[in-house]
């Protein structure tokens, strides 16, 4: 590490986080934007800007790469590179780090450099690096919450005013709080990337994110909020994960939580999210999950903590586990037309729009659920917790 | 920093935390409880024990001497003993930083050695690391929460029960949530020391102690909790501070907080510590606040982060500030009896048992609740939020 001189990073992406690290990087001393890569530049921005990306694999005086253009492609190709060129890489972009943990890890740690994505889970929560600050002291047994900010605010705001799905949606997209096309945030696939990673951290190991079950709230209604606050609960998107011996408890869902439970209280698009340690029991971490200054301050925080001289990933432990729900048993609130006989022979109370079956294993309920989908594209389940 | 050889360290108190600490240590390989100082010494402990602190100071093979056994003596004569010997000092002790803040810290500092407290405020809960991460990259502008858990019990067992407070005090003192002279918990004298170290490492400053406004739960009753309950508001003691430009705004006093606040749902004897960053927004903490492995656990991660090399305290920032309380302005709960003027000017509604005032300053109210006493000792008041 040099001492005194700054550390030269290359900034692939001007967008919402990438312009918000620029302006944090730009004021400081100890950390330098030393070039850029972005189709939009915006005008105050004074680094080089480089149109090919070779260019920063073979500058030797760069020794970060901060990847902060989302998705998969040209994210991955960038990334590896940049790792196979023997620079130290801080990314956001949880979609590439799910699809492609071990690759990348397993290469960062070969390599001998950095690797982090602690803005990839919890947006602006120290989440990622309080997770792997536990793991390396004891074994990591739980972890749960509510991890996407979109689905927050739209459950929140269902709760709060009584309207329907399509306004909270629609609210949620003027405030900036859901993207334009939604569907990931929606149907579960983005916490689960996020599920992912932090397991994979926590555990030691490396989880395939398609073997996840995953329940999203699309199609939640009006009436299925009523019946919740009716039952004195609050519904929210839950990401959960357990350490089973051989494999792990990983799954998505809509859950009733009730006011006893701290995630009952998360409003509008904060995040809450959980660990739970053999000795040291449930610590929770809470915060902005999403937004520009927030992510931009967990790249920050990732380029001090690597300026400082930390190497390698959260973990080197990399056991592929595979996903088991059928140890794990809940109650379910089911919405479902017509009727159903898997459904009747374990509903144990009757709502005005929906039942309450007796406790099933997850694994059972999200393999009905799926198949239901078929009948009835709008059946609803969640958990009671 | 030698490498390989375990880090050796000296235990003051194998007592309920440093008999946890001892046994944390026993299954390591990178730290080592070279002796120990207890009074009473549980029979599975192998290490040497120690008679005479000089000892321990004489002895160069000791890096680290970890302080758990609590109180003001002999804990302040071995602590800074210990730092001007030279040695790293991990404690739990927040009584003895509270009150020696600034000399112990300077101590630190000048010899160059580490000085550690994150047990002292949170228990288990990474908050004063959490604290300094964020203080480092930019301003902390506010600090609040639930900081005490015999408290919290107290007031969530009669929230959930509607009994008294005798009751609740009784049953936490059964489950060891309450000491037996429980005194300081209630009257906010210990959530007043871990919000006086908190606020000094989040805003670089030394606040004495004194000057932090604190009342405490020790006149609540069952009626005052029943009107809360019919506000649907629950009562929690909160700490709290904010940077001020030239000053700190710092108190203690129970507030009543809506449901839409994750205080609000914080249970048993848990704990939930918030700060606000000037860009990352609110980050808040939560687990448990004391006991025996959450609080040898933040003990243990100090010492493998000094055995990693860390030195010095959270922040080299110790600027002396006075308290501010006159620019905070709140609407208050007040029950006392008897007529009293300034309250009567400031009533805006009546309850069955106290009134609510119109906003008022947090050092106006503290000053006049302290007064009131002399003529009714059971007056309570607390903060709407």
Known sequence: MKNKE??????????????????????????QVACAMSLVVPEDVTCPIVKDIRDIWADETIDTVVEVIGGLHPAYEWVKGSLEAGKNVITA???????????????????????????????????????????????????????????NFILDTMHTTGGSFDTALAEAQRLGYAEFDPTDDLNGADIRRKLVISSNIGYGCVLDEKEVATEGIEHITGEDIAAFRSMGRVCKLIAASRKLDHSVAAYIEPALVPPSMPESAIPTNYNLISLTGEHIGKQSFYGQGAGRYPTAYNVLQDCVDVSHGIRGFYTDRLEEAHVDNSTVYRHY????????????????????????T????????????????????????????
């Open 333 to 356: 609130y089911v919405r479902t037309k017509g009727d159903d006989s898997w459904l009747k022979a374990r509903t144990e109370s009757f709502l005005p729009c929906g039942v309450i």
């Open 93 to 151: 972009n949880k979609l590439l780090i799910a699809a492609h943990y071990k690759e990348l890890v397993s290469l960062a740690l070969e390599k001998g450099v950095a690797l982090r994505c602690t803005a990839a889970a919890g947006g602006g929560i120290p989440w990622l690096t309080s997770l792997k600050r536990c793991a390396e002291q004891e074994p990591v047994i739980r972890i749960s919450g509510i991890m996407n900010g979109t689905t």
């Open 6 to 31: 700054p550390m030269r990073i290359a900034l692939l992406g001007l967008g919402t986080v990438g312009y918000g690290v620029y302006e944090f990087i730009r004021a400081r001393e100890d950390l």
């Open 358 to 385: 007796e406790a099933v294993s997850v694994s059972e309920i999200h393999a009905w659920a799926k198949k239901r989908r078929e009948l009835d594209p709008d059946c609803f389940i969640a958990s009671l917790r």
